[in-house]
């Protein structure tokens, strides 16, 4: 529209729109196929699965991986404090808050790969944990449902849920809706998938994957960070800024 201030080509911001979640997904399956396979078998986000794994490590008597579980637990904790304070004192920047999390989950991941092959499991872990807090902290909603990137749990009964609406009462308007958690599905998939090749290639270096993936979610951020932006002409922009004037007068 000619004069316009902001075009919107979205309904929702870009740190809420489906490809990014589908980004967010795979970074989440990929660190965590990456820790549990090349570093002592212990989750970097999922912690559910570290607590199960700890419970069973207690009862079979095995101490020393009781202590690395908890201290990725701990990690995780940690990671989300210093997350949410990040959005206490950026509480109405919500797009600045988004790049800055993706900032600090690549420079978290950069350390590891830089740490190299003779670097200790524990730091690695702790480091992971802390990056996957972080993005479990920030992005919360997908589309204005609540949303987590972390673990498939909820996508799955999600799917099973609209699958029956199709199939069984025949309701054709949950499609998109199945589409959806499909994408998001199959994004943490294949960031497992391409992670636990990566490993088979390339051992510790396989980190790069979700490297990659952390890039591309800052480039999808930065090309639709106008998305969901109301849109305002020139002439309702000169009538907002004669209001905001008379008030201060």
């Known amino acids: 529209m000619k004069g ?3 075009l919107r080509t979205q309904q929702y911001p870009a740190y809420q729109q489906l490809y990014f979640g589908a980004i967010l997904a795979a970074i989440a399956g990929g660190v965590d196929a990456y820790t549990y396979l090349e570093h002592g078998g212990v989750f970097a ?3 559910t699965g570290n607590l199960i794994l700890m419970g069973v490590s ?3 008597g095995e101490i020393g991986k009781v202590g690395r579980y908890a201290l990725a637990i701990f990690a995780f ?3 989300t404090i210093l997350v949410k304070v990040v959005q206490h004192f950026m509480h109405q920047k919500p797009m600045r808050q988004a790049f800055l999390v993706l900032i600090y989950e ?3 991941m950069i350390i590891v790969i830089l740490m190299g092959v003779g670097a200790s499991n524990v730091l690695i872990i702790v480091l992971l944990a802390m990056t996957m807090a972080g993005q479990l902290q920030q992005f919360r909603q997908l589309e204005g449902n609540p ?6 749990t909820g996508n799955i009964r999600n799917l099973a849920d609209n699958l029956y609406e199709l199939l069984i009462k025949q309701n054709r308007g949950v499609q998109s809706r199945l589409k959806s958690i499909g994408i998001v599905i ?3 998939l294949a960031g497992v998938v391409l992670t636990a090749l990566a490993v088979s290639w ?4 396989a980190l790069i994957v979700p490297v990659l993936l952390v890039i591309g979610g800052m480039v999808y951020l930065n090309r639709h960070r106008y998305d969901g932006v109301v849109q305002m002409d020139s002439e309702t922009e000169e009538l907002t800024r004669a209001s905001r004037m008379s008030r201060r007068h």
């Open 147 to 152: 949303f987590t990137s972390l673990m498939m």
């Open 58 to 60: 207690l009862n079979q």
């Open 4 to 6: 316009s201030i902001f």
């Open 106 to 108: 690549l420079i978290l």
């Open 77 to 79: 904790i940690l990671g």
């Open 45 to 47: 986000g999922l912690q």
């Open 186 to 188: 199959g994004g943490f």
């Open 202 to 205: 390339i051992q510790t270096a």
